[in-house]
């Protein structure tokens, strides 16, 4: 009965951080669709098709320079004692090394390219690092202000701001702005991020010296991962750059105001990972399978309770909610189809990839996303020069079923873990449980 009570108080904790999490995740993504809104409304489609292939390259280039330090970082903080926080301070530091770096060294590459925005991203990189180590702390509150609030509404404003000078018959116009300020006004917010993540982060980790074999404990429970979250950052946002490439940037802006929405189950969802995954951690390090068995089932019942009212509203209403980009527009209802019924099935399966790392099966989850990568590009290739948007809509359906269902798979047949279960009911309680 007492661990009963322990669990439902640890769930209740989760709950409240899934809570703080979502609340950051919605005002993200209406900042995000404000901010398509904006650039689709204030640039003719060919520029603001480049804007979105330009964010959608610094994007997947921050991704892969990230290395997934940050969820190294969690996993080796999260299973730390209080008494053992004395030598954390070394695995940060052995995790900011690297990545800083790396990002450093590709944004010298990608300057030719991609401009001033390219510089942005060993910024980026840190602040990514030290808002996971707060989490890892078990403090969620800075990455919800910070990540789910400052930054998308700092670029929001910014933007904006941008986009209204471009109309001004005083400065160069839109085609100026759309080439190099919009995309600099996007990547400036990461900077204030980047001092006050630091500043949260500050006296939670005393300065000691790196222990030995932090490094060496960090990097080989990281390493595959690395690789992992640069295939991810690729699967997220290369179906963008495809279709600018094979059917230029005018169906790329179509692509990208049409599954904007995506944003919504992918910040949902990383919103109550963030909150869920110490917890997972230590309680999977515990051999409690019981208890992991519970958080899975009850986040995924929380997901689907709060992401698939959204979808069906977006299938029923996206012949006029896309007319919000422009008349050009209206065209997209079958990319936003095919978005919510995959969304729908998506998150049904559960925050499925981050129960599998927390047990510690990173090579199988690189190998899951090896898997639906590859399937992505492939049905990109063959679709896209034909079916424009609709085509990367679809080879961007495969790929996120393949990358739910493989671990679906691996989960039940290692631990008997599914997302539905005893726990599902239950976890409609989700207001007892957020107050406990």
């Given amino acids: 009965m007492a661990e009963l009570t322990q669990r439902r108080v640890a769930l209740g904790r989760v709950a409240r951080g899934g809570v703080a999490g979502l609340t950051g995740a919605v005002v993200a993504a209406l900042a995000q669709f404000a901010l398509v809104v904006v650039v689709t409304r204030a640039f003719p489609a060919g520029q603001a098709g480049a804007f979105f292939t330009v964010t959608a390259l610094v994007l997947m280039a921050a991704g892969i320079v990230k290395l997934d330090a940050g969820n190294g970082l969690v996993y080796f903080i999260a299973r730390a004692s209080a008494h053992e926080y004395h030598g954390i301070s070394g695995y940060i530091r052995a995790a900011l090394v690297p990545v800083t770096g790396a990002a450093t060294i590709v944004g010298v590459l990608l300057y030719p390219w991609l401009g001033p925005v390219a510089l942005a991203l060993p910024v980026m990189a840190v602040a990514d690092v030290l808002l996971a180590a707060g989490r890892g702390f078990g403090a969620l509150r800075p990455t919800v202000l910070l990540d789910g609030v400052l930054l998308p509404v700092g ?107 995506k944003i919504v189950g992918q910040l949902a969802n990383q919103g109550l990972a963030q909150a869920v995954q110490p917890r997972l951690v230590r309680t999977l390090a515990d051999g409690d399978l019981a208890g992991a068995r519970e958080l899975y089932q009850a986040t995924t019942m929380w997901l689907v309770l709060l992401t698939w009212p959204v979808w069906l509203a977006y299938a029923l209403t996206a012949p006029w909610l896309l007319r919000l980009f422009g008349d050009d527009y209206g065209a997209a209802v079958p990319v936003a189809l095919v978005l919510a019924a995959t969304m729908m099935a998506a998150t049904a399966s559960g925050m499925v990839d981050v129960v599998l790392t927390a047990a510690g099966h990173t090579t199988a989850s690189l190998r899951n996303l090896v898997a639906a990568c590859t399937c992505t590009v492939l049905l990109d290739l063959a679709l896209v020069p034909a079916h424009g948007a609709l085509g990367a809509a679809l080879g961007w359906s495969a790929g996120v079923l393949v990358k739910n269902a493989l671990p679906l798979w691996q989960l039940h047949r290692r631990y008997g873990l599914r997302p539905f279960g005893r726990h599902s009911l239950s976890a409609l309680r989700l207001r007892t449980w957020a107050t406990a």
Avoid: E
Avoid at 193 to 201: D, H, Q
Avoid at 221 to 248: E, K, N
């Fill in 155 to 261: 670029q929001l404003v910014l933007v904006g701001a941008v986009a209204l000078a471009g109309t001004s018959p005083w400065l160069p116009g839109p085609a100026v702005a759309a080439a190099w300020a919009l995309p600099v006004a996007w990547a400036l917010p990461y900077l204030p991020v980047l001092v006050l993540a630091a500043l949260a982060l500050r006296g939670r980790a005393p300065r000691t010296p790196c222990l030995p074999g932090a490094g060496r404990d960090l990097w080989r429970h990281t390493a595959p991962r690395s690789v992992a979250a640069a295939i991810q950052a690729v699967f997220q946002r290369f179906d963008i750059v495809i279709v600018a490439l094979l059917a230029g940037p005018v169906q790329a802006a179509v692509y990208t105001a049409a599954t904007r929405f």
